[in-house]
Structures are given as structure tokens and as C-alpha cells.
């Protein structure tokens, strides 16, 4: 394979959080006086850039960070219990034998990322697990693990589920693979022009035939 490295978004990539991450966003949403988020306009919303997001729901930039710190807190209390998106156990394990670093890039908990992951019996295949704050900042983090691991930007890739992982990835001149199977949309992660985009776990196999 021709990356080195390969980089993991967690939430909607790896683990299957997006029901949960809903249900503590309604919990907490009156007391930052924000609307909660019906089940039905879900897919609307996968549609949707971040700030197209943020707009929707009425959610102010300044709210962004408080909400993200306080909802990684009330995950952790429930993540042994969430599941793994089918499939990516044996696609992880497969892949890690072919790459020199494997890690995972996140905007939940690092806490939250280890626990789950050996919870899974999974912890073992990751040599890091990066976190950020900040909806926007992965490309900064990116960038920094690139000259971490000490390859060529076409060396790394990221794996994402949002527009925001593919934007982020763009800006940090890093190849970047979109997986259908988290909180974007198939259609609007393909209109951002990814290097791959996966509608499957297995699809990541195909990564192993590229020269």
C-alpha cells in the first residue's frame, strides 16, 4: 500500500455514535436555550456543511465548544455500551498490518476513544489517539502528526465521515477517504471531491491495490 500512515476520524467512522451523540445533544440543548433536534430531520442534516448546520439549528459559533466538552463528558458514562460499525473490526486489523503508524483524529474525548476501543479489544492496533476541541482544527492536527511520523503528505491518509474531515484534509494537503456510512450524505461528501469514498468497511481493502 502506498500510505505509511493512516488516520481515523471515530465517531460515525469507527464507532457507531451518531444515535447517542443526538440523544445527549436533546439533553442538553434547553439548557444552552437551543432546540432539540427531531429523529425525522436527520436526514436533512446529513446533507449539510458545518456551518450550514450550525445555521440551521440556530446554534451560535461561541456555544460550540461548551457544547462539545460538556457532550463528551456525558458519552463516557455510556460508550462500553455503543457498537462498532459492522464490519471494521477485521478491515482495522487487516490494515494495520500493511501500514507503518495507525491512529485515530478526533473531536471526542481521547478518554472516551481508549475506552472504547478496549472495550472492543481494539486498543492495541492504534499507536495514538489525537484529540481536538475544535470543530474546525483537524487540519492543524493533521499536519502535526504528519511531521510526527516523518512522511510525505501523499504518505498519509485520513478517514472521515463529515464535510468537515474532507475539508480539513484538503487544507492540510493530505489525501483524504469519505465513508458514506456516518453523518454526511453520500451526495454532498462525493460534491467535495474526496480522494476515495467508501459505501462499506470491505471498501477499505481496495486501498491495498493502489500503487
Not at 89 to 99: A, C, F, M, S, T
Not at 148 to 161: A, K
Not at 178 to 192: D, H, I, K, Q, Y
Request: charged share 30%; net charge positive; glycine share 6%.
Amino acid at each position: 500500500m502506498i500510505y505509511k500512515t493512516l488516520v481515523f476520524d471515530f465517531d460515525g467512522t469507527i464507532a457507531d455514535t451518531l444515535g447517542e451523540t443526538r440523544r445527549i445533544f436533546n439533553k442538553i440543548a434547553p439548557d444552552y436555550g437551543i432546540r432539540e433536534v427531531a429523529e425525522h430531520e436527520l436526514d436533512h442534516l446529513r446533507h449539510l456543511s458545518l456551518k450550514e448546520l450550525l445555521d440551521h439549528l440556530d446554534i451560535p459559533k461561541r456555544r460550540v465548544p461548551a457544547l462539545i466538552s460538556r457532550g463528551t463528558c456525558m458519552m463516557r458514562g455510556n460508550i462500553t455500551e455503543l457498537k462498532l460499525i459492522d464490519g471494521m473490526p477485521e478491515v482495522l486489523i487487516e490494515l494495520r498490518r500493511h501500514v507503518r503508524s495507525f491512529g485515530i483524529l478526533t473531536s471526542n474525548a481521547t478518554a472516551n476513544v481508549d475506552l472504547f476501543l478496549r472495550t472492543h479489544g481494539l486498543r492495541e492496533q492504534f499507536d495514538f489517539i489525537s484529540s481536538t476541541s475544535k470543530l474546525t482544527g483537524k487540519a492543524k492536527h493533521l499536519k502535526a502528526i504528519r511531521k510526527t511520523f516523518s512522511v510525505r503528505p501523499d504518505e498519509m491518509l485520513y478517514i472521515g465521515d463529515e464535510l468537515r474531515d474532507v475539508k480539513a484534509s484538503q487544507k492540510a494537503g493530505i489525501p483524504i477517504a469519505a465513508v458514506t456510512w456516518g453523518f454526511n450524505s453520500r451526495e454532498s461528501l462525493a460534491a467535495s471531491k474526496p480522494d476515495y469514498i467508501f459505501d462499506k468497511p470491505a471498501d477499505f481493502l481496495r486501498l491495498l491495490t493502489v500503487v
